[in-house]
């Protein structure tokens, strides 16, 4: 049987439980987005770069006057999404912190998390991507920091923003980048649902 690209065997089909087949056919789908995704080409210097980019060395900034009134605009934007006023906090917070960090616009990180989970820090899909950016685990795995927790909202952020950054040095062009991080590299679809959804988020002055 062919499952996302790959082959699974008959018998083994035929004789898993239903909760066996689910585990097959995730980690066939997981498979194929990695392939699609290209991280397996990832050259060294890129390796070494991100694993630096993915240090939590932001934790204890200090909010200044600017990220306040930010962080209160965007708070009430994403509140339909996120009725739990910590947690608006704390992703309004990550986005205008790692947005800075890595010079991403934020209603771009906004129309990221928008598209992929909703605003749902536990959202798990059907292929294994994890948190409010869909990281796929193998970046935990390939980068060497197998204990950070994808569904913590600073590491999504963080992991999620770095992964973005990478695709963005990589092919210079955010269409690119987009369909790299989505595993449709080359297809438009996928950028121009971020692009529609970024428009729902107020626009600020720093980014790419």
């Given at each position: 049987m062919l499952v996302a690209g790959f082959l699974v065997s008959i018998p083994i089909w035929l004789t898993s439980t239903s909760e066996d087949k689910q585990h097959l056919a995730q980690s066939a789908a997981t498979k194929m987005v990695e392939k699609n995704v290209g991280l397996l080409d990832l050259k060294p210097e890129e390796k070494e770069e991100l694993r630096k980019m993915l240090k939590p060395e932001l934790a204890g900034q200090k909010v200044d006057f600017e990220q306040t009134v930010w962080m209160k605009d965007i708070v009430q934007t994403i509140q339909p999404w996120v009725p739990d006023q910590n947690e608006a906090e704390a992703i309004a917070r990550w986005v205008y912190v790692y947005g800075k960090h890595f010079n991403l616009s934020p209603e771009l990180i906004l129309g990221v998390i928008s598209v992929e989970s909703r605003f749902d820090h536990f959202a798990v899909s059907n292929v294994g991507a994890i948190g409010l950016m869909q990281v796929m685990p193998f970046w935990k795995k390939e980068l060497g920091q197998p204990e950070d927790n994808l569904l913590e909202i600073e590491t999504n952020i963080r992991y999620g923003c770095a992964i973005l950054r990478h695709y963005i040095d990589r092919y210079k062009k955010l269409d690119r980048a987009?369909?790299?991080?989505?595993?449709?590299?080359?297809?438009?679809?996928?950028?121009?649902?971020?692009?529609?959804?970024?428009?729902?988020?107020?626009a600020t002055d720093f980014g790419i």
């Amino acid at each position: 049987m062919l499952v996302a690209g790959f082959l699974v065997s008959i018998p083994i089909w035929l004789t898993s439980t239903s909760e066996d087949k689910q585990h097959l056919a995730q980690s066939a789908a997981t498979k194929m987005v990695e392939k699609n995704v290209g991280l397996l080409d990832l050259k060294p210097e890129e390796k070494e770069e991100l694993r630096k980019m993915l240090k939590p060395e932001l934790a204890g900034q200090k909010v200044d006057f600017e990220q306040t009134v930010w962080m209160k605009d965007i708070v009430q934007t994403i509140q339909p999404w996120v009725p739990d006023q910590n947690e608006a906090e704390a992703i309004a917070r990550w986005v205008y912190v790692y947005g800075k960090h890595f010079n991403l616009s934020p209603e771009l990180i906004l129309g990221v998390i928008s598209v992929e989970s909703r605003f749902d820090h536990f959202a798990v899909s059907n292929v294994g991507a994890i948190g409010l950016m869909q990281v796929m685990p193998f970046w935990k795995k390939e980068l060497g920091q197998p204990e950070d927790n994808l569904l913590e909202i600073e590491t999504n952020i963080r992991y999620g923003c770095a992964i973005l950054r990478h695709y963005i040095d990589r092919y210079k062009k955010l269409d690119r980048a987009l369909g790299a991080y989505n595993g449709s590299l080359g297809r438009m679809k996928y950028p121009n649902k971020i692009y529609s959804h970024m428009k729902r988020f107020k626009a600020t002055d720093f980014g790419i």
